[in-house]
């Protein structure tokens, strides 16, 4: 990066952090690397868990959780809510986060969100491009299907081995702030 996104000024190098990076001497734009957020949802009816097929590449004719990517803008409890209905057609609400994963890597280091999600209404329907299935599958369902993504694997075993323990949406009022979103572990 040579220019400033904010304000086009020509980028300098300066020390923040521990290590020299691209800075702003215009305003007060650091440039730190290349990040993205991915969410998941475990979407849990009746002890079955919802799966997608995915109709593109990479890993077309696979099975997975629904899923995507965050926006810069929007909250990761929103993104995962936006994903589950755009692929599969099912309105949930977010219940608790099952688990992070953290990879390094192109096309930018990922941190990937694993939701667990309450239905509210709907039933499985999908586009027939990018998405070309959707249902809801038990666990016994899932070990006879082929082509089944691992961490979504995980992510309903862990889902449905226990009913709590996970993070949840937490709102103490001081520390509350517009944009804010913190998780912790329930308390009593
Ligand atoms: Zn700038």
Redesign the pocket.
């Known amino acids: 990066m040579k220019y ?6 020509e ?1 300098v190098m300066r020390p923040n952090g521990g290590r020299e990076r691209p800075s ?6 650091v440039y730190f690397g290349e990040f993205s957020i991915g969410v998941g949802g475990v979407v849990i009816q009746n002890g079955k868990a919802l799966l997608i097929r995915r109709g593109i590449e990479p890993r077309r004719g696979w099975w997975q959780i629904p899923g995507g990517y965050c926006e810069h803008d929007e909250s990761i409890h929103e993104a995962v809510v936006r994903e589950v209905f755009e692929e599969a057609g099912i309105e949930a609400r977010v219940e608790s986060v099952l688990g992070l994963r953290h990879s390094l890597g192109a096309p930018s280091a990922n941190v990937y969100v694993i939701f667990r999600l309450i239905p509210i209404r709907g039933e499985p329907r999908v586009d027939g491009e990018e998405i070309t299935g959707a249902d809801f599958f038990s666990l016994d369902e899932l070990e006879q299907m082929e082509k089944v993504q691992s961490l979504s694997k995980w992510a309903i075993h862990t889902a449905l081995a226990r009913q709590d323990g996970f993070l949840r949406i937490d709102e103490p009022a001081d520390l509350a702030r517009p944009g804010y979103t913190l998780f912790g572990l329930p308390r009593e």
Do not use: A, E, G
């Open positions: 400033c996104p904010k304000c086009s000024t980028l702003c001497p215009s305003c007060d734009f």
